[in-house]
């Protein structure tokens, strides 16, 4: 009996090691930003001929043809952002949220790669009018995955998120910011802003194994108001007959002339109407009179 098994074990081995035979499809995790390109490889093909790679695209329970025959689907919703590489490789553009979700590389209707894609954003509920020394910045950086809208599984560990200076290196300790990790796909950054935090860059990074990082997107805090607003500037100043802006001697003298010929324009003008309307009566009373 315990012949038969070896010999069972040997056959398989060797079934395993024929061309074209594998055991386990290629995993492939890409990350990308909202509005961005993906590049989608397809691996461990047989040959390099596109004409028998299809690819497929799996989200909420449904599965969707991409490209069949080495050629995009007309019917795609994604037909204008999508495109084949020489290589096979899926390229996407435009990148949005629908986006994210699981692709299946398959040559000749076999599958030989699944591509994860998930894509980084950044979003925040503060104001304009938080921007500003004293003010509370808020800012939210969440991973669309595969799974669904910044969720991750128990078997997602192979990356996370967190919030870094703009050269990547760790944010200091101090009582002034606070990172809340509401799950691996949704971590948000609370910090007090200061004087010198005006247009400085907050990162937000995904990071995989052997701290690598695969995707990071920033945020600039620019500031609307350099000190914040007191009581005193904001009452209104009382409003002045001032002119701005210094007019020449030619446009002051037209200015003044201006007016000066209406008027005598207008005297004149009244001046005969009164005469016409003189010789209009006698007219009338000769008229009469005859």
């Known amino acids: 009996m315990t012949g038969r098994k070896n010999l069972m074990r040997v056959l398989l081995l060797a079934s395993l090691l024929l061309p074209g035979v594998r055991c386990v499809k290629e995993a492939v995790f890409v990350y990308s930003r909202l509005g961005g390109v993906a590049l989608l490889p397809c691996v461990n093909q047989l040959s390099s001929d596109c004409s028998g790679i299809s690819w497929t695209f799996y989200k909420g329970g449904r599965y969707t043809e991409e490209v069949s025959g080495g050629q995009v689907r007309a019917g795609s919703d994604k037909a ?33 790669a699944d591509v994860y894609l998930s894509l980084l954003t950044i979003t925040s509920v503060s104001t304009f009018t938080d921007l500003q020394p004293g003010g509370n910045l808020s800012l939210s ?14 078997y ?8 870094v200076a703009e050269d990547g290196t760790t944010l200091p300790k101090d ?4 990172q809340i990790i509401l799950t691996r796909c949704n971590i948000t950054l609370v910090i007090k802003l200061r004087r010198d ?20 997107l920033y945020f600039t805090s620019t500031f609307l108001f350099q000190d914040p607003p007191t009581a005193q500037n904001l009452i209104p100043s009382p409003p002045t007959i001032d002119c701005p802006v210094e007019l020449p001697i030619s446009r002051i003298v037209l200015c003044v002339a201006l007016p000066v010929m209406v008027l005598i324009v207008g005297f004149f003008t009244r001046r005969g109407d009164r005469k016409r309307a ?13």
């Open 80 to 112: 204008g952002r999508m495109s084949i590489e020489p290589n096979c490789s899926l390229s996407l553009r435009g990148l949005i949220v629908e986006d994210a979700g699981s692709y299946r590389c398959l040559q000749h209707a076999e599958g030989i």
């Open 141 to 154: 950086c969440i991973l669309f995955t595969y799974y669904d809208v910044g969720s991750c599984k128990s």
């Open 156 to 163: 997602s560990s192979g990356f996370n998120l967190s919030w």
């Open 175 to 178: 009582t002034r910011s606070e």
């Open 197 to 216: 935090d005006n247009n400085r860059k907050w990162r937000c990074q995904v990071n995989t194994g052997e701290n690598r990082t695969a995707e990071f």
């Open 278 to 290: 003189k010789t209009s009566a006698a007219c009338i009373q000769l008229q009469e009179m005859n």
